[in-house]
């Protein structure tokens, strides 16, 4: 029987990458994946706003409204920027206290990815490099994950933050600008979920429980 999953998204990059990566992924493990963008104003008279400013009661609002309608639901928000985050709180601690705050249904799993969306893909330079034709790029990269120890370790600073340092990479080597949301799900697709999954243990520790639903 296949399980119907809500993944509450940050923004469209988030959204594009479960709709293109996770969602024919965990088709195989017979859970459908249906990504939302969190609404950040209800327009009576147009369209709604979304994405970004995600705290606790964003969170709250968003997920409240999910929970009746699937079978599960978790969420693919950046630690990094998110709201009101607690004096050297971790991120399991975030996602306990996320859990909490809606008095812990037992059909949520709240993730939150270290540091942000972008750390996926510092798992493979080398692919990367490849792909954007810059070998200077993919060496650079390689240089970060040597100094923070991991693609999950680049760390969380206004400038060092993983899509910081994809906006100087771009602007230095490729001249051009990192488009977040066209080059985030495009580069995750070109590294793949194996090499992904093998450099951000997080990240697959996650996956690795959205693949068991429908058991």
């Known amino acids: 029987m296949t399980v119907r999953l809500a993944v509450s998204v940050e923004g469209p990059?988030?959204?594009?990458?479960?709709?293109?990566?996770l969602r024919p992924h965990l088709t195989a493990f017979a859970v459908h994946v249906e990504p939302k963008i969190v609404v950040t104003k209800r327009n009576v008279s147009g369209p709604n706003a979304t994405g970004g400013a995600i705290g606790i009661e964003?969170?709250?609002?968003?997920v409240r409204r999910l929970l009746p309608s699937f079978d599960f639901v978790t969420t693919l928000y950046d630690f990094y920027g998110f709201k009101g985050r607690e004096p050297g709180e971790t991120p399991?601690?975030?996602?306990?206290?996320?859990?909490l705050s809606l008095d812990q249904p037992r059909h949520l799993f709240p993730y939150v990815q270290v540091y942000e969306f972008e750390a996926l893909l510092f798992s493979a330079p080398p692919a990367l490099a490849r792909y954007l034709e810059s070998p200077p790029l993919g060496a650079v990269m390689e240089s970060v994950l040597v100094a923070c120890g991991g693609?999950?370790?680049?760390n969380d600073g206004p400038q060092t933050a993983p899509s910081k340092r994809l906006n100087t990479l771009f602007h230095d080597h490729l001249n051009q600008r990192y488009d977040k949301t066209f080059y985030g799900p495009l580069l995750a697709m070109e590294i793949g979920l194996p090499a992904i999954r093998t450099a951000c243990p997080r990240f697959d520790a996650w996956l690795s429980q959205l693949e068991q639903l429908a058991r």
Do not use: I, K
Not at 58 to 62: I, L, P, S, Y
Not at 92 to 99: G, H, T, V
């Open 13 to 21: 990059t988030e959204y594009e990458f479960c709709r293109e990566v």
């Open 58 to 62: 964003r969170f709250r609002n968003e």
């Open 92 to 99: 399991d601690a975030l996602c306990r206290r996320m859990s």
């Open 151 to 154: 693609a999950e370790q680049v």
